[in-house]
């Protein structure tokens, strides 16, 4: 099994950035809204990322026929998903992202993929459990998988070190230039 990271990695550029750009050109004050109230965590000392990024996100609630809409934007933005990838493509490959469910699982439909992703209730417009980056996609993975054996693994950052470690082989992924990462 081969494991990539989605933004940056496959998905030229950051795909909730895109979503966000996107629903804000549909839902100005809505998503302007949230953006505010997401503020009140830029002090926070646990989690403020995640908490932040849930706060941002939780205009997807007040979304009528929010998988037409995600799936809408996915199938406009499939043009980013990088050539290397495309041409590497297997089908048992896995995305592990911390970007949101609700999001990835659109893309990884369209790519016939699996995906393991941070998860958010859309309903409530939060995250459930913990952000799914660093330690916690090998946590994750291992809950999933169990013993199977990550042959290689790509992404974009040295927050996915864990993940970088745990594989047979890995490779930085800089636009579309695959670098060996060494141990």
Known sequence: MNVYDFDNTIFAGDSSVKFIKYSFLRHPFKVLFCTLKSSKYLFCKEDRLGKIKSEIFSFVKDI?????YVNTFVKKNMKHIKKFYLD???DNDLVISASFDFLIKAFCQELKINYIATLYDTNKGCIIGKNCKGEEKIRRFK???KDTIINESYSDSLSDKPLLEYAKVSYLVKKNELISYKK
């Open 64 to 68: 009528d026929d929010l998988d037409l």
């Open 88 to 90: 590497k493509r297997k």
């Open 143 to 145: 809950s999933i998988y």
